[in-house]
């Protein structure tokens, strides 16, 4: 009589062997990219600036899965194009790994992945995940050389965006040296980690996962990535501002204590809070715009074009 962990275990057998082209790219792919997975989930846990990575990942899965009915619809057209994708990402991998560059062997992971479906079900499967595919190239940190270009005209910004603001409360006198604040008694630097560019990263991430799944517009879409540079700066700046409040009012030990270790947290919460704000102006405006156009569309339903 066969008992259950029998069935069990012929049912996982034969859904392997029904899948095993897939199961065998999978153990292929986790055999050449192991590594490379391994060492930017690594890079996730430790480095603060890159954990929105596990954000961008969910998130992209979850877009492919909503996907599961436009892609079934599809019809399979394999290409061999997929081929010379998948062994282009190989020299990639191959290059990355040799010149010690974790962004290039990362981004050959995600052309690999490109290529695989290109082979294998064709082009128009990448098409109809044109979206979570590009959305999921955020998960990979940037490459240093473009890191460091964005941080210091970052740092000098938001130090001249803090000094505006100090200057207009008027607490205290201060004066700003290139990325250095000369407080009463203390002088504040900012640095790579006060640049901005973690929560611009995280807040960018934010609002296209926000715009896709939640608005239908392009117009609005497009509008709330626009505003992401102007909004990380900004609190950014705040920031800094209130950091320098806190400073000359309580103490050095206190404002680079527990408050500059949640300072990353606040920023990033309060700029997501100014994007969800923009986000009602933008869907209020295109409320009221649909309004005045239906109006004047009932109003004069037939105008009357003079020659």
């Known amino acids: 009589m066969t008992t259950i962990e029998e069935l069990r275990s012929h049912s996982?057998?034969?859904?392997?062997?029904?899948?095993?082209?897939?199961?065998?790219?999978?153990?292929?792919?986790?055999?050449?990219?192991?590594?490379?997975?391994?060492?930017?989930?690594?890079?996730?846990?430790?480095?603060?600036?890159?954990?929105?990575?596990?954000?961008?990942?969910?998130?992209?899965?979850?877009?492919?899965?909503?996907?599961?009915?436009?892609?079934?619809?599809?019809?399979?057209?394999?290409?061999f194009a997929g081929?010379?994708?998948?062994?282009?990402?190989?020299?990639?991998?191959?290059?990355?790994?040799?010149?010690?560059?974790?962004?290039?062997?990362?981004?050959?992971?995600?052309?690999?992945?490109?290529?695989?479906?290109?082979?294998?079900?064709?082009?128009?499967?990448?098409?109809?995940?044109?979206?979570?595919?590009?959305?999921?190239?955020?998960?990979?940190?940037?490459?240093?050389?473009?890191?460091?270009?964005?941080?210091?005209?970052?740092?000098?910004?938001?130090?001249?965006?803090?000094?505006?603001?100090?200057?207009?409360?008027?607490l205290f006198p201060v004066i700003r040296e290139g990325n250095l604040l000369f407080l009463p008694h203390y002088t504040l630097?900012?640095?790579?980690?006060?640049?901005?560019?973690?929560s611009l990263m995280a807040l960018l991430a934010l609002a296209l996962g926000f715009g896709y799944t939640l608005r239908t517009r392009k117009l609005s879409r497009v509008a709330l990535s626009v505003l992401v540079v102007p909004l990380a700066i900004l609190s950014n700046a705040l920031r800094l501002v209130v950091q320098a409040i806190i400073v000359k009012y309580w103490g050095i030990d206190i404002g680079t204590g527990a408050w500059h270790q949640a300072a990353g947290l606040l920023t990033f919460m309060s700029a997501a809070v100014l994007l969800l704000v923009a986000d009602r102006i933008l869907v209020s405006l295109e409320r009221r715009c649909g309004t005045t156009f239906r109006t004047m569309s009932v109003v004069n339903p037939n105008p009357t074009v003079l020659s």
């Not at 430790?46 to 969910?58: L, T």
């Not at 630097?189 to 973690?198: K, M, P, T």
């Open 12 to 79: 996982v057998i034969e859904v392997l062997t029904e899948h095993r082209r897939i199961v065998l790219i999978m153990l292929l792919m986790l055999m050449l990219y192991g590594a490379v997975i391994f060492e930017l989930i690594a890079d996730w846990c430790k480095n603060g600036d890159d954990a929105h990575g596990f954000f961008v990942f969910a998130l992209s899965l979850y877009l492919i899965y909503r996907k599961g009915d436009v892609l079934r619809s599809l019809p399979c057209e394999p290409s």
């Open 83 to 170: 081929f010379w994708i998948l062994l282009a990402s190989l020299g990639l991998l191959v290059l990355g790994s040799l010149g010690g560059e974790f962004f290039i062997t990362r981004m050959s992971l995600l052309s690999a992945i490109v290529g695989l479906v290109v082979h294998f079900r064709g082009w128009k499967v990448v098409h109809a995940l044109r979206f979570p595919l590009l959305f999921s190239l955020l998960m990979v940190p940037l490459p240093g050389i473009v890191y460091y270009q964005l941080v210091f005209p970052l740092q000098l910004l938001a130090s001249r965006l803090a000094i505006v603001g100090l200057e207009l409360l008027n």
């Open 189 to 198: 630097e900012v640095v790579e980690a006060c640049s901005g560019v973690r």
